[in-house]
């Protein structure tokens, strides 16, 4: 069974870093590419990062940019979210996500349960 489990969220204050991790289990997770979302409070789920099987390609959304950073490591199925300099508009679930193609949209074939991430001011 395909299964998802994010770990790393917690209460920081804002500037400080957090990493997120997800482990994956029962999907051949080389061959799927990566992502990351969040969604806040009576907010929308939102892409923020992902990237490809071979780590050719990333993407990030606007508001991470040169904060965030994304990373795995096919050896051990996991996936990486370092987020540096974080802000209090970062407070949001965030959800590891997997999918046969690379994109910022919720077409994702598997998705984890979510991690919290709370950043005070």
């Known amino acids: ?3 998802l489990i994010e770990s790393g969220g917690g209460s920081v204050q804002a500037g400080d870093s957090l990493r997120l991790s997800c482990a994956a289990s029962g999907l051949t997770f080389s ?8 969604q806040a409070p009576g907010k929308d789920r939102e892409f923020v ?5 071979s780590e050719g390609k990333v993407n990030y959304a606007d508001s991470v ?3 965030f950073t994304i990373s795995r490591d096919n050896t051990k199925n996991r996936e ?6 974080l802000k209090p508009e970062d407070t949001a679930v965030y959800y590891c996500a997997a999918g046969r193609k690379l994109n910022s949209n919720l077409v994702y ?6 991690t919290q991430v ?4």
């Open 1 to 3: 069974q395909e299964q």
């Open 31 to 38: 061959l799927f590419a990566m992502a990351w979302f969040r």
């Open 49 to 53: 990062a992902a990237i490809t099987w």
């Open 65 to 67: 940019k040169g904060r």
């Open 80 to 85: 990486y979210l370092q987020m540096d300099s």
């Open 109 to 114: 074939d598997y998705w984890g349960q979510g």
């Open 118 to 121: 709370t950043v005070s001011s």
